[in-house]
């Protein structure tokens, strides 16, 4: 016990010895030194004039809360020197004061101008960011995607929004002109970067967004495999983040669904799949439309009661028929963290002493999926735990 608290002593001795070091080999720590000096020979100077002619300087304390009241020009009149070398130092006071008073804000303004250029620039780290959406890549209808993202979260402000790109800093200010977007964050560099990631404060974010980056020359492949090596490096630094990925050719999308990526959107296939069904007459593409349409949000997922687990498909079609006036047309499965859904399977696999049936049980584990969607699975279907349900409302 003796040793611990030595240790801890130990250990407390030396980081105050690294942070006095520091503060030594700092530019401030002789600013502070001479005002510290100044206010103790201007508190001894006026107390030497005033003490038994002026009851105001009956004591050090005295001297001190004038020197401070009169530096920072702030002037009660409580105390007030009546000898001529206590008014010489009280002018002396009021000089160094205004002069201090001028360092400081200019300071504070150096320091806000350079903290705006690096903000503006993306250079600046958004470590005081948490919960926020991380945005990698650019789009040429950028701005929409960001109001739609915002409408489609009402829960997300445009603080919490931080894009991650090598775009020109002309394009990110032009973006900031939208009055929705004024406070979007910006942090300049490529995002496949460990560090620039986290100069987004990735560990701490809530939700990430890939983008398929047209933005620089580059191939259809080149960019895919940009967006595969993002989040990668993404699953690495932190695998129960939400992430969301972009992809133009559906052969990279394997090597998502290998790292667990939550949600593929593969936008080349779904306009290919459009314009198949355009050509039929059958009016597909405007019920797609009309239900993916940002505004109105017909096409809905939403949590239900607990009570729900493990009873049928029909009863929870009539809550929601009956109590929302939403129509029920399927389930999304293994919802949240996949690698936490495949551990609890895992856990659930193994409880059965039947050899061939743990074989079974573990092959069900590896080929879980997340976010699995159930259409239309009849209404005697039991429903699972950790489902959210597929709606559509008018």
Known sequence: MGDARNRFAL????RLAVLMKRVM??????????ILLVFLLSSLGVLFFEYGTNQGFASMWDAV?????????????????????????AV???????????????????????????EGSGLADQKKLKKHFVICGWKNEMVSVLEDILRINPNFSDEDIVVVSTVEQAKMENLRSNPNLQNVRFVRGDYVDENVL??????????????ADKSSPASDQEVDARTVMTVLTIKTLLRD????????????????????????ILSREHNRILLANATAASGIAHIVQDLLNVGEGRLIT?????????????????????????????????????????????????KTPDISKLVANLQEVKEL????????????????????AILIQG
């Not at 080999?25 to 001479?34: G, L, W």
């Open 241 to 264: 983040i939400y992430t969301c990925a972009e992809l133009i050719d559906s052969k990279f999308k394997r090597y998502l669904e290998n790292v667990h990526c939550d949600e593929i």
């Open 11 to 14: 250990r407390k001795k030396n």
């Open 198 to 211: 986290l100069r987004a404060n990735i560990k701490k974010a809530a939700r990430v967004l890939v983008l």
């Open 92 to 118: 002396l006071v009021m000089l160094f004061g205004i002069g201090l008073l001028g360092m400081i804000t200019g300071r504070i303004a150096s320091w806000l101008v350079t903290w705006k250029i690096k």
């Open 369 to 388: 999926r997340g976010n699995l969607p159930v259409f239309n699975p009849g209404p005697d279907y039991r429903i699972k735990s950790y489902s959210r």
């Open 302 to 350: 939403k949590n239900f009661p607990d009570r729900f687990v493990g009873d049928s498909f029909a009863n929870l079609s009539s809550y929601f028929m009956e109590g929302e006036r939403g129509i029920l047309i399927g389930l999304l499965e293994n919802t949240g963290n996949i690698f936490q859904r495949k551990r609890e399977a895992l856990h659930e696999a193994q």
């Open 25 to 34: 080999r700092s530019r401030t720590y002789p600013i502070i030194a001479v």
């Open 65 to 89: 809360w004038w020197t401070l009241v009169t530096a920072a020009t702030v002037g009660y009149g409580d105390k007030v020197p009546l000898t001529t070398g206590g008014r010489l130092v």
